[in-house]
């Protein structure tokens, strides 16, 4: 369509714009800097293992060097983006970048900097979407063309340039990678900020133009978004922006193949119409390929990763809905039009006799019944929507309604349950009129309520839930939120907590789970302390003169004498308490004598001090030969100090190890703790039942990333899974973790129970061969499908 070029006072405006924009953001960038350093410094001071706590320094240290150059060169770069709009020659240029057949191959570097700057631009679109549409919208009508992809009004544009300056100062890009979180926020505060200033000037200066959204979604017969807004912004390119961005970063990472310059940066890449995004690997993200980098390589763990994925989806719904035609405002949402409140108090009341009619159609199990269920949850939709007055209003009851036709057409869950989530659609509309951080906020309430529900019976069938406990608490869940209608956010809070802890007790309740995680609980407090104590017997003999068999008893069998007292009797026990004071009895004993007063005392208390020792044995389970060997080791090392001339071990030194070996646990921390050694013969042995369906999988060693060990330790229970064990594969519940998270209980259908160590299921998460089965949780697929309906068929929205 041939469109009037822009006359030289718009152009001039334009570009007045973009200079007070640069300007304001490069001023900004002092507040960016602070930002950084604050974090870092507070990085610095908290506490860590030796690697952790010298890579902040050395970040801490690379950053007060280098920090001025970044600054600098990003100003400047924000600067020198301004050039191709300094002429009137703007769209010359971007049109001699190429065509669409051009492509460029790219380094890793470059594309590196891609995905991080792209990652770091969703996350700031979610705050500044519609500011910054807005100004888009203003700057089009003056230029009469849409923005450049390397428009610097851009995000996307702003962010790169502040990646790619990073990295040419001089700084590892890990090292953003770890302040990027407080970065991206002060980033978009900076923008949100100049972008309000540059729609107040373009509105000074008389450019407001109306934008009706229906134009922009029409969609033409070759099914691409027409009107003003340019392929991008129409409501259709909004919802699957998201998609397209994923598989753009995805492109870029595989193929290193560069997004031809005439493309704009919300189109999407070439393929065949309709190719979705590549199918996501085990645990949420994407399978490595040949050739490209490892799932870590750009530095985000799978649970970053999948929740930036997630972001970016909320992000797309976010825009759709605060597009000016629906009025919407997320900030400061308008309460509801009296008549649309009135229907929803009268669903209220009426809500009991509704939802037995739903309840009898899902008596029966058919395809066709759970038709009949959500048709009937449609028209209720329809009803609600008849009686709203506002654009915005229309659009929030047409999503949350295609949100939730979505969740009860989840075959995986139970018909019985699907009941009572139909009776959640009432009361989480009224949510998201009230509060429209529901469509912006994975953290919600009400989301998180819905996908834990959802999470924990994917696994059970109709039969097996019905009258079950769980099927009790999920209704009483949802009748105290339709008790409690006018509360929002804070019923869902309340009932969400208390589904927690009814799942703590609910996952562990049967005889031989409950039995076998105190077991666990106990072996993991016995080993962490072992460890601890180790530890600290190390610190307390590094400066001593101690004969290298006594270091070696008491730092590989003393210190599980005093874990397994302290875990059985309690550390300030009697018992634990004299094997406490053995340790540094036996530390003095074994070393030399010169004085004649020091062996008369060795030799009165080397009956007692022996005793003790073959006490603390047997408690280990060391009897017969075994303890006699050790106990002559030790009598050996004992005679021969007492002959020794050398000298002797003050006894400040002996009486000071005894006083902190008396109140030990006030010294130790999780800090120290490394990986705790599982014994699969002593979990049966402290059982005292047939263990035989219980499969105890410890560590082996196998290398697994550090990421991974995060994500093993951030597993929610009640969660289902895929077990791959020994060629078999195992349906699963996440049952249970210990209270260091280094021992996690899987629990089978089959009534059997998997105990894995934290490494070997870090190791079977990166390896495939345990793998949820809903990765992405009920609601956030509610979303994606709503977005998918509203891509197809825009104009429901506002129907």
Request: aromatic letters at 6%; a neutral charge.
């Amino acid at each position: 369509m041939h469109t009037t070029p822009p006359s030289v006072p718009q152009r001039r405006l334009a570009r007045q714009a973009r200079q007070r924009f640069v300007e304001g953001i490069c001023g900004g960038l002092v507040d960016l800097d602070k930002t950084v350093q604050d974090f870092l410094t507070a990085l610095m001071n908290q506490t860590g293992t030796a690697r952790e706590m010298q890579s902040r320094r050395d970040a801490w240290l690379q950053y007060q060097q280098k920090h001025s150059a970044w600054t600098e060169r990003a100003g400047k770069a924000w600067q020198e983006a301004l050039a191709p709009h300094v002429s009137s020659t703007r769209g010359q240029l971007a049109a001699g970048g190429g065509g669409l057949s051009q492509f460029e191959l790219l380094s890793d570097d470059v594309v590196e900097n891609k995905i991080l700057a792209s990652r770091m631009a969703l996350t700031v679109n979610e705050q500044v979407s519609h500011q910054f549409d807005t100004l888009r919208q203003r700057t089009q009508s003056l230029e009469g063309q849409e923005l450049d992809s390397s428009d610097i009004l851009r995000p996307d544009t702003v962010c790169l340039l502040l990646v790619e300056q990073w990295v040419e100062a001089g700084l590892p890009r890990t090292d953003l990678q770890t302040v990027v979180d407080p970065l991206q926020r002060e980033l978009a505060n900076l923008l949100q900020k100049h972008y309000q200033a540059v729609n107040v000037f373009y509105v000074e200066q008389g450019i407001t133009p109306q934008v009706d959204l229906k134009s922009k979604v029409r969609r033409t017969q070759g099914g691409t978004a027409t009107g003003s807004g340019g392929g991008d912004s129409g409501s259709g390119g909004l919802a699957s922006q998201a998609l397209a961005q994923t598989r753009q970063a995805m492109m870029a990472a595989r193929g290193g193949v560069q997004q031809p310059p005439g493309v704009p940066a919300g189109a999407r890449p070439m393929g065949p119409p309709g190719t979705q995004m590549p199918p996501p690997g085990h645990g949420g993200y994407p399978r490595p390929q040949h050739g490209m980098p490892t799932a870590f390589a750009t530095g985000m763990t799978p649970l970053a990763r999948a929740r930036q994925r997630a972001q970016g989806v909320m992000g797309q719904l976010r825009r759709l809905l605060t597009q000016p035609a629906t009025g919407f405002d997320m900030v400061n949402a308008p309460p509801a039009s009296a008549a649309l409140a009135h229907a929803l108090t009268a669903h209220r009341v009426h809500a009991d006799t509704y939802y037995s009619g739903v309840a009898t159609l899902m008596e029966d199990y058919s395809p066709a019944a759970v038709v009949q269920l959500v048709g009937a949850v449609r028209e209720r939709s329809t009803e609600l929507k008849k009686k709203a007055t506002t654009s915005g209003e229309k659009a929030i009851i047409e999503v949350v309604a295609l949100m939730f036709q979505s969740i009860l057409a989840e075959d995986r869950i139970p018909p019985a349950v699907r009941v009572w989530f139909a009776r959640l659609q009432v009361p989480v509309l009224r949510v998201a009129l009230a509060e429209p951080e529901f469509f912006s906020n994975l953290d919600h309430p009400a989301r998180k309520l819905i996908d834990r529900m959802g999470a924990c019976v994917l696994g059970f069938d109709a039969t097996s839930i019905n009258g079950s406990a769980l099927e009790a608490e999920i209704r009483r869940v949802v009748q105290v939120i339709e008790q409690y209608p006018e509360t929002g956010r804070r019923v869902f809070q309340l009932v969400y907590d208390e589904f927690e802890k009814f799942l703590a007790k609910f996952l562990t309740e049967k005889q031989v789970t409950s039995r076998l995680v105190s077991v666990a609980q106990q072996v993991e407090q016995r080993e962490t302390l072992a460890i601890q104590y180790t530890i600290e017997l190390r610190t307390m003999l590094r400066d001593m003169p101690v004969r290298d068999e006594i270091r070696e008893f008491l730092f590989k069998t003393w210190a599980e004498v005093l874990a397994l007292s302290a875990v059985r009797d309690g550390p300030q026990h009697a018992d634990t308490v004299a094997f406490k004071r053995t340790a540094a009895d036996l530390v003095w004993a074994a070393s030399a004598k010169p004085n004649r007063s020091d062996r008369a005392q060795v030799i009165q208390n080397l009956p007692a001090l022996l005793q003790r020792l073959r006490q603390g044995l047997t408690l280990l389970g060391v009897n017969g030969a075994a303890q006699d060997a050790q106990v002559k080791v030790l009598t050996d090392t004992l005679a021969d100090a007492f002959l020794s001339k050398t000298a002797s071990i003050p006894q400040a030194h002996i009486d000071a190890m005894a006083k902190r070996l008396a109140n030990l646990e006030d010294f130790i921390s999780d800090a120290t703790l490394g990986d705790m050694p599982l014994n699969a013969d002593n979990i049966e042995m402290m059982l005292g039942i047939d263990a035989s369906s219980i499969h105890v999988i410890a560590d082996n060693g196998a290398p697994v990333d550090d990421a991974m060990v995060a994500w093993a330790q951030d597993l929610q229970p009640g969660t289902w899974y895929t077990l791959d064990h020994n060629g078999a594969s195992a349906q699963v519940q996440y049952a249970w973790q210990s209270q260091r998270k280094q021992l996690h209980l899987f629990a089978a259908v089959d009534g059997s129970s998997y105990l894995i160590q934290l490494r070997r299921l870090a190791a079977y998460l990166q390896a495939g061969l345990l793998v949820a089965q809903d990765e992405e949780g009920l609601t956030l697929r509610a979303t994606r499908d709503a977005l998918a309906k509203l891509d197809a068929n825009p104009e429901r929205l506002l129907d």
